[in-house]
């Protein structure tokens, strides 16, 4: 019922940018905190971006990525900038109770599938 769909990864040069996107359904989108984290091969999925009640990102790239919601369309973006090959990995967006420690993954009932983003050198 809890739907969370992922759009805009892709392939992007060093230095580029791209926009993430993730449609929410089944939840009352405003009592969620939304969150991105990424999981590049045989790594663990690590926390990037969080916003609700506040906002935190991770300190690999903060001033680089922005986290925004529309409410009204109960969707999340993750603008990235300035890419890096380290950025390379399968992007996920979740959804946790708003007061959830927003940087721990296992804090978050639902999950996108998750879309790949590919930062050539």
């Known amino acids: 019922q809890v739907q969370l769909v992922e759009s805009g990864g892709g392939l992007e040069q060093a230095g580029g940018s791209l926009r993430l996107s993730c449609a929410a359904s089944?939840?009352?989108?405003?009592?969620?905190?939304m969150g991105w984290f990424r999981q590049a091969p045989e790594k663990e999925r690590e926390f990037v971006a969080a916003m609700g009640g506040r906002t935190d990102y991770a300190d690999s790239v903060k001033g680089r990525f922005t986290i925004s919601r529309d409410n009204a369309k109960n969707t999340v973006y993750l603008q990235l900038n300035s890419l890096k090959p380290e950025d390379t990995a399968v992007y996920y967006c979740?959804?946790?109770?708003?007061?959830?420690?927003?940087?721990?993954?296992?804090?978050?009932?639902?999950w996108g599938q998750g879309t790949q983003v590919t930062v050539s050198s």
């Open positions: 089944g939840l009352t989108f405003t009592n969620y905190a």
């Open positions: 979740a959804a946790a109770p708003s007061m959830a420690n927003y940087a721990n993954r296992y804090e978050y009932p639902y």
